[in-house]
């Protein structure tokens, strides 16, 4: 969903990278827009295109759909008057839950997760949770939090059923250090990324662990290097800031971590198959 279709508490709650949950009419979105969570949503009726990681991937209404949301992501068609419930999972929650781990790197490298089964108990769930978040006392949102985690745990395990039956016993669990320590080192990148002199054995250090254990742990956990998920982490900055303001492309391109413009345009391409300039035109004609 759109920065636009949130109130400004709202939007600071996802700016902060806090859980939220709550109910809208969906619309299409002007521009892509990227939050550090992983976002569920679940249309209650209608249909609805996103534009994700360079494809088109339509929703239908009683399905729940799970991504990154840290990956550019844009509604471009949607049915009028189609009500949607979002859902933002903090990534480091997500990180925590025990599921299969192919499932969770494929998630983490841009999969777009659909309900494979119809749900129809979605429909009743759904728009209970972001009553009850919006009007609820502590306890409340805590049971809808945890209810949230053990949808989001058979969501990811259907899916993966399906594919490989054999996932359902490879699981990682809440304990597992390498998870732990994945969540430390996304963390300090979230922090820091917009450092030019960022590397790997000052994340590191900062983390507490030899630079070797954090690409092993990261490659474990997410089925990606530590440099990979930063310039990842920092093209996503970057394409925020290319669709919603109108700064000078230099500044972005320092201002997200990158050491020179030349560096900065030629990762933009290699991943995007575009420049940050015609990103920007194209995105603003959507």
């Known amino acids: 969903m759109g920065s636009d279709q949130l109130d400004e508490g709202q939007a600071q709650i996802i700016s902060r990278g806090e859980f939220l949950i709550e109910r809208h009419i969906a619309s299409a979105m002007g521009t892509a827009h ?14 609805m295109t996103y534009l994700f990681n ?4 339509r929703v239908e209404a009683g399905r729940l759909v799970l991504f990154w949301a840290a ?14 419930v979002c859902i933002y999972l903090p990534l480091v929650d997500f990180l925590a839950l025990p599921i299969d781990r192919q499932a969770r790197q494929s998630i983490m490298q841009g999969r777009f997760l659909t309900e494979m089964r119809l749900q129809p108990a979605n429909v009743i769930l759904a728009p209970q949770w972001a009553e009850e978040w919006q009007r609820g006392d502590t306890s409340r949102r805590q049971l809808v939090l945890d209810e949230v985690k053990l949808r ?3 969501l990811v395990l ?17 304990a597992n250090p390498a998870v732990r320590r994945a969540e430390v080192l996304t963390s300090l990148i ?19 662990m030899h630079a070797s ?33 109108d700064e000078p492309i230099v500044q972005i391109a320092y201002d997200c971590g990158f050491g020179s413009t030349s560096r900065f345009y030629d990762l933009f391409k290699r991943r995007t198959g575009t420049t940050p300039r015609l990103f920007r035109s194209s995105a603003r004609k959507l």
């Open 190 to 208: 979230n922090a820091h990324y917009d450092a030019a002199s960022l590397s790997i054995p000052a994340l590191a250090k900062l983390a507490g």
């Open 54 to 57: 360079g494809r088109q991937e």
């Open 213 to 245: 254990t954090a690409n092993k742990v990261f490659r474990d956990v997410l089925g990606l290097s530590v440099n990979d998920y930063l310039t990842r982490y920092r093209l996503a900055r970057a394409m925020q800031r290319l669709t919603e303001t």
């Open 158 to 174: 259907d899916a993966a059923s399906w594919q490989n039956p054999a996932a359902a016993t490879s699981l990682t669990t809440p």
């Open 34 to 47: 990227w939050h550090d969570h992983v976002e569920v949503n679940l249309l209650l009726e209608g249909e």
């Open 152 to 154: 989001v745990r058979r």
């Open 71 to 84: 990956i550019p992501h844009q509604t471009v068609a949607v049915t009028p008057n189609a009500v949607l």
